[in-house]
């Protein structure tokens, strides 16, 4: 099948990417589907991807496996004059979102543009500290003879024989580097690769700087939570994993049937914060945990399992890592294909995805990057996911780790910068809970519902499945409900 579907697609000029050749390899169907694509494309790509694959099958496929209608009927509604979401219509601007501007070629004058913007971008807020005032040049830093502030990004981090830490730091013309004293007064303050640093030090030998303070660009402790007007509340679930054998379904189909209940009758919006789907190949021996291993057969069921979700919640989906899109963070939203197999008013973001839901800022970041946070930052867990979005916060940006395990697209502009403090920070990814507050902003991280996999087992992760947290747009109050 493999050589049958290389030929076919040299025959058409056209070049398939090793993941897609892999997801037609074992298909019956894949050569007609692969044909009717290549048919159907004008002007024909140099190279077809999976994702473009996927979003290219916009025609539904007839058949018996998903049911067009929900199989229970929704729950009566109850005293409908409470429902609020009536009331008020969706308010949403998107305010950052890498959808439809993608810039990346991946060639080398990326990458320099790429650190070149995050760099500037979060030096400029560090130059706002009162600590780093006359903070100069690393060249300069470097002759200076007392106390020296600068600002650079952390090339790299070495532990020394004596249990110190030996930084690599780099501003747009030089480097140096910074010594940081284990029972110094930053002795416990770890600096992670390519993040950007403020350093208040002191010259020590051989042109070292003896590091006694890091700054982080940080939230303000003066930000406070701004709220909407309008008394409603959004709701934040991600990871659901539809595909998989594990998916809960019960569990959903609980939560759905609640979201008609009079004490769900404020939330207005319901925020899918990425790994909607399970996917196809993204872990060794994910066949042997799938019910579906068709992408756009798991989102068809994903589009069946909202079906019964109340008319006027307004649902905003953004994807993860383990969706049918390129994994490369900033990830842009689910390919059309895709969204048209779901109502017309849902509302398809990139992951990260900035946007303002009745004047309230939210922050929304499937939480990839959690992973290098829980390798490479003493400290943190996967079971403590709000302390990997604090440092977050603190450093201003989502995934500042490059090359290890957050795969990052270097995009014309980062990102992943967090330059405007939100009210609201959401992730998912980890399948943990978290709901807690840090300067002002209410952090949540949103559960799953899957079970555990044999690959979580192995890696001792514990989810904690079907928990859902809320938060009151108005006031910031916030509420978790078990399903
Ligand atoms: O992530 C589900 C959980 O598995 C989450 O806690 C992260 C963890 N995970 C995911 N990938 C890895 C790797 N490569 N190493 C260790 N732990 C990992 P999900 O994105 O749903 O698979
Ligand atoms: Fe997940
Ligand atoms: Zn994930």
Redesign the pocket.
């Known amino acids: 099948m493999r050589e049958e579907i290389l030929s076919a697609a040299l025959q058409s000029g056209v070049l398939l990417e090793p993941r897609l050749v892999d997801y037609l390899a074992d298909r019956e169907d894949s050569l007609e589907r692969l044909l009717a694509v290549l048919e159907s494309v004008n002007p024909r790509p140099l190279v077809l991807t999976f994702e473009e694959f996927i979003g290219l099958r916009a025609q539904p496929k007839a058949g018996p496996e998903i049911a067009a209608e929900p199989q229970a009927p929704p729950p009566v509604r109850e005293r409908q004059e409470k429902d609020l979401r009536r009331e008020y219509e969706a308010d949403i601007r998107v305010v950052k979102d890498i959808t439809g501007h993608s810039t990346c070629t991946g060639e080398m004058k990326d990458f320099s543009r790429y650190f070149e913007h995050r760099y500037r971008a979060l030096a400029s807020m560090l130059r706002t500290r009162r600590e780093l005032m006359g903070a100069v040049p690393i060249a300069r830093a470097k002759k200076m003879t007392k106390e020296v502030r600068l600002i650079g990004i952390v090339q790299s981090v070495k532990k020394t024989r004596a249990g110190h830490r030996l930084m690599v730091v780099e501003d747009e013309e030089d480097t140096c580097q910074v010594l940081v004293p284990s029972k110094g007064p930053a002795g416990d303050d770890y600096a992670v690769p390519d993040e950007v640093i403020g350093v208040v030090g002191r010259p020590w030998k051989d042109g070292i700087i003896l590091g006694e303070a890091i700054i982080r660009p940080d939230v303000s402790p003066s930000h406070a939570y701004a709220g909407a007007e309008a008394p409603l509340w959004a709701a934040f679930v991600s990871?659901l994993?539809v595909g998989s054998k594990l998916f809960l379904e019960d569990r959903w189909s609980k939560f759905v049937q609640w979201m008609h209940g009079e004490e769900a009758s404020r939330i207005k919006y319901l925020v899918i914060v990425g790994?909607v789907v399970d996917g196809i190949g993204?872990?060794p021996r994910q066949d042997e945990d799938l019910v579906l291993d068709d992408v756009y057969l798991q989102y068809e069921e994903v589009s069946r399992q909202m079906a019964g979700l109340p008319d006027n919640v307004q649902v905003i989906i953004l994807p993860?890592?383990?969706d049918a899109i390129r994994p490369a963070e900033p990830q842009p939203a689910l390919p059309a294909g895709i969204q048209e197999l779901f109502p017309d008013d849902y509302i398809f973001l990139g992951n990260p995805a900035a946007l303002r839901l009745h004047g309230v800022d939210v922050l929304c970041y499937?939480g990839?990057s959690?992973?290098d946070f829980?390798?490479g930052l003493p400290g943190m867990s996967?079971d403590r996911p709000l302390a990997a979005m604090i440092e977050m916060l603190r450093r201003r940006h989502l995934a500042p780790f490059y090359g290890s395990?957050t795969p990052l697209a270097p995009e014309r502009s980062d990102y992943m910068i967090i330059d405007s403090v939100p009210s609201i920070f959401a992730t998912g990814?980890?399948?943990?809970l978290g709901v807690g507050e840090y300067r002002g902003v209410k952090i949540l991280n949103s559960s799953?519902w899957?079970s555990q996999?044999s690959?979580?087992r192995m890696?001792n992760?514990t989810?904690r499945a079907g928990m859902v947290p809320m938060v009151n747009l108005q006031t910031g109050e916030t509420f978790v409900k078990a399903f």
Not at 429 to 432: D, F, I, L, S, T
């Open positions: 990871d994993h790994d993204v872990y993860g890592n383990h499937h990839r959690m992973d829980v390798t996967y395990k990814h980890v399948h943990g799953t899957q996999t690959y979580q890696h992760i989810p």
